[in-house]
């Protein structure tokens, strides 16, 4: 009976945090995302992105891959700035301001594609080069490419719906336009149009079987769609491309957690883990679901919890003291169960 008082107790409380942490579900499912590129526009893998706040201090980093993808993802509205490191390189330093969170935007959610492109220092000519990677060039009909250029001026101006009709007319000029297919599938994403944008991916990622993006936001289609393994099997294709991203390890993690496959789920979330550099809450929540419900290892689930609380970034742990003392409670009555039951 003890037992069962005390799960449900940590049930009602787990549910109910995660419900209000969605103070970061609600206002902080915002992202910014986008391709450093340099001045030939080949994508520059290995260089650091920061992520600074209005007062331009420091949120994250993350470094781009071979292609040359970065992401920051469970963003409140505000002023963002977005810094490219460029120690040790011939570049330019780069800083691009973000205003994140618009009102207007599709479903409430601000879904920002920044693509940065460096300029070369010419000063710094002793200094090491980025290796880049090959990116994916193709022979676009003009008027394709115009229509294309068109579309990326009505996403700026938030007008989604005459950007959408851009690239559909691009497609049809030239249906295996990659840029195009990419760009329309990231609009039916923000719109939730689930099914659109998996069989655009499908196609993206076919024509260019190298782009990490494509994998990975088809795997977000299927996943909304409910088609589990099909998501799985395109999360390991795009953490094949690249392995070093956060975000794709963590959904990967999630989902088999969802289709059970308990093991899988705990090497994928500790992958995200080690890139994440407990940096990440989202990681370590996941992890003590899995450790509390699947491996019954409370100490280690009272340990995630613990390392969620500090990853939480300052400026959001004002606004949730309560939510975190019933945390601090919870990791309590945990590793109070931990002792019963051993």
Avoid: C
Wanted: glycine share 4%; aromatic share 10%.
């Amino acid at each position: 009976m003890k037992f069962i008082v005390l799960k449900s107790i940590f049930v009602a409380l787990f549910l109910g945090i995660l419900a209000v942490f969605s103070v970061t579900s609600i206002n902080a499912q915002n992202s910014i995302s986008g391709m450093i590129f340099d001045d030939n526009r080949k994508p520059v893998q290995n260089i650091e992105v920061e992520l600074l706040d209005a007062l331009e201090r420091l949120i994250g980093t993350r470094k781009t891959r071979g292609s040359g993808f970065y992401t920051f993802q469970r963003l409140n509205r505000g002023i963002y700035y977005i810094k490219v490191r460029i120690a040790g390189t011939n570049f330019k330093e780069k800083k691009v301001r973000i205003d994140l969170g618009d009102l207007n935007a599709i479903g409430g959610v601000d879904v920002k594609q920044v693509d940065i492109y460096l300029e070369v220092n010419t000063k710094g000519r002793n200094e090491r080069p980025v290796n880049n990677s090959v990116i994916f060039a193709q022979n676009v009909p003009e008027e394709s490419r115009k229509l294309y250029k068109s579309g990326l001026e009505n996403v700026k101006k938030k007008k989604n719906a005459e950007a959408i009709t851009n690239f559909k007319d691009a497609i049809r000029i030239f249906p295996e336009y990659f840029d195009a297919l990419d760009s329309l599938g990231n609009l039916y994403l923000a719109d939730n149009k689930y099914l659109e944008a998996e069989n655009i991916f499908k196609k993206a990622s076919e024509i260019n079987p190298k782009s990490f993006r494509s994998f990975f936001n088809l795997a977000v289609a299927q996943n909304k769609l409910k088609k589990r393994d099909s998501a799985i099997e395109n999360l390991k294709k795009a953490n094949a491309l690249d392995s070093g991203s956060i975000n794709s390890h963590l959904l990967l993690g999630i989902i088999q957690r969802d289709v059970k496959k308990s093991k899988a789920a705990e090497k994928s979330l500790l992958k995200a883990k080690e890139l994440s550099k407990n940096k990440v809450s989202d990681v370590h929540w996941n992890l003590a679901l899995l450790y509390y419900y699947d491996f019954k290892r409370y100490n280690l689930a009272a340990d995630e919890l613990e390392l969620y609380l500090k990853a939480i970034p300052e400026n959001e742990k004002k606004k949730a003291k309560g939510k975190i003392s019933e945390v601090k409670g919870l990791i309590q009555k945990i590793r109070k169960k931990a002792k019963e039951s051993s």
